[in-house]
């Protein structure tokens, strides 16, 4: 299954509105000073779940660090975040995001 993320809004980290719905079909991109510090996007199992997820900004020059994942832009200039994404609770969905398109692993929901 691929899904795509076709919109974005962007964020001062700390500054997203507390009502703010995250729509299936867009990615929420937080920045501070030093660039993109986190995304969070509906789980593309179709679940409803979001998906908060802290990232380190490669296209600044920042390394991957143990508890985040690597955001970087892809062919197109859309989100392409790196390892995959594998939640082992609730939905149990294993994913990839590259160039805003979403690659399901045959393993999600195991």
């Known amino acids: 299954m691929i899904a795509e993320y076709k919109k974005e809004v962007h964020y001062k980290f700390g500054e997203v509105p507390n009502d703010m719905r995250v729509q299936s079909d867009t990615f929420v991109v937080m920045s ?44 197109t200039g859309r989100v392409t975040l790196s390892p995959s994404i594998r939640y082992t609770g609730g939905c149990k969905a294993h994913f990839n995001i590259e160039d805003g398109k979403v690659i399901m692993h045959d393993d999600s929901g195991k």
């Open 32 to 75: 501070d000073e030093n660039g993109v510090c986190a995304v969070d996007f509906q789980c593309p199992c179709g679940c409803g779940s979001e998906c908060y997820t802290p990232v380190t900004d490669a296209t600044k020059g920042q390394p991957k660090t143990e508890r985040h994942w690597l955001f970087s832009r892809g062919p």
